[in-house]
């Protein structure tokens, strides 16, 4: 039983468009949410995260929209880059527990076409 | 430089040998972390510890151990009780508080032969 789902395993973008990653979660305890990037051979890193108070967070490139009735977030990056290549892993959590409850997507392999 | 630490990178093991995968961190974090990712799955946890000498089961324990006798570092046993090992792991840490922000190695992978 998945509780955080990310429906395309890939996605390809042509560079200086619009990156547009999707997740759906359905614990209505999450209210923590966060992107990590993953490069082939690396370990994830963190990118970006929301918490459910709002709806919008910007950094740089990067914006995350949550939908909170939907129990859907997405994640823009524009514009692309070939740098942008890898693999995005959404992950939620609810705010009364730790790191540890941390519950993470299949990801989405992301590929930047020049 | 701050970081994390993983090795081997690759590791090769026979049926019913235990391997014991290394993790370091400089990072001063109290809580380090052990995940599994297998194809088409998500980050699975397989134990944490948030203190010295004391660790916790995360959702996958069965066929692994662990130890944390220093703040710096936490390695996994991989028993040959866990069936299906072949797997890539990662070790993680972090703050004790709710951030989200883990701090991951660059894996390990290993492969049972």
């Known amino acids: 039983d998945q509780q955080v789902k990310q429906n395309s395993p890939s996605l390809s973008v042509q560079e200086g468009r619009i990156s547009i990653l999707n997740c759906d979660y359905t614990?209505?305890?999450?209210?923590?949410f966060l992107w990590y990037k993953k490069y082939p051979a690396e370990g994830p890193t963190f990118l970006i995260s929301?918490?459910?108070?709002?709806d919008k967070n910007e950094d740089g490139r990067f914006t995350v929209f949550l939908n909170k009735s939907a129990k859907h977030l997405s994640l823009h990056i524009v514009p692309s880059q070939p740098g942008d290549s890898a693999v995005y892993f959404c992950?939620?959590?609810?705010?009364?527990?730790?790191?540890?409850?941390?519950?993470f997507g299949t990801g989405t392999r992301l590929t930047i076409i020049p | 430089d701050g970081g994390i630490t993983q090795s081997p990178k690759y590791l090769f093991r026979k049926e019913g040998q235990n391997v014991t995968l290394s993790c370091e961190q400089n990072?001063?974090?109290?809580?380090m972390y052990w995940y599994r990712q297998d194809p088409g799955q998500g980050l699975r946890l397989i134990y944490y510890?948030?203190?010295?000498?004391?660790?916790q089961k995360g959702d996958i324990a069965e066929g692994y151990s662990v130890s944390r006798e220093k703040k710096e570092s936490f390695p996994l046993t991989v028993t040959s009780a866990q069936k299906n090992p072949t797997a890539f792991y990662l070790c993680?840490?972090?703050?004790?508080?709710?951030?989200?922000?883990?701090?991951f190695g660059e894996g390990s992978r290993l492969t049972v032969l």
């Open positions: 992950a939620s959590v609810g705010s009364n527990f730790g790191n540890e409850k941390l519950t």
């Open positions: 614990n209505s305890m999450f209210d923590y």
């Open positions: 990072l001063n974090h109290d809580a």
């Open positions: 929301i918490s459910s108070i709002k």
């Open positions: 510890s948030q203190i010295v000498n004391d660790f």
């Open positions: 993680a840490s972090s703050f004790t508080d709710l951030s989200g922000e883990l701090f």
